[in-house]
């Protein structure tokens, strides 16, 4: 089994920024692809970003150019940096990841909450 924790969210103004982690632990060597998932009240969970073993990162249009996601294998840890935040950022965001081995399991995090006040 996979564990994944988040941490680093919390309440900041607009333009601020934050910095999110995921903790990897469990049976690592079955970790592939992760990804950053973020979900605000009433509306479906969407992707915002993701990072593959060797490090090619994907982002969702509407984070481009503002947050960076990145891991560190020696920490086995995977980091989203969120810089000029917008209200519309505020939700849970989770962390996500791929069983390597098996396509059919995937791993989540118990979710950290971020709020962009106005």
């Known amino acids: 089994q996979v564990q994944l924790v988040e941490s680093g969210g919390g309440l900041v103004q607009a333009g601020g920024s934050l910095r999110l982690s995921c903790a990897v632990s469990?049976?690592?060597?079955?970790?592939?692809?992760m990804d950053w998932y973020r979900q605000a009240p009433g509306k479906q969970r969407e992707l915002v970003a993701s990072?593959?073993?060797?490090?090619?990162?994907n982002y969702a249009d509407s984070v481009k150019g503002r947050f960076t996601i990145s891991r560190d294998n020696a920490k086995n840890t995977v980091y989203l940096q969120m810089n000029s935040l917008k209200p519309e950022d505020s939700g849970v965001y989770y962390c996500?990841?791929?069983?390597?081995?098996?396509?059919?399991?995937?791993?989540w995090g118990q979710g950290t909450q971020v709020t962009v006040s106005s």
């Open positions: 990072i593959t073993t060797g490090g090619s990162a």
């Open positions: 996500h990841a791929d069983d390597a081995y098996d396509l059919r399991r995937d791993y």
């Open positions: 469990g049976s690592i060597f079955r970790v592939n692809g």
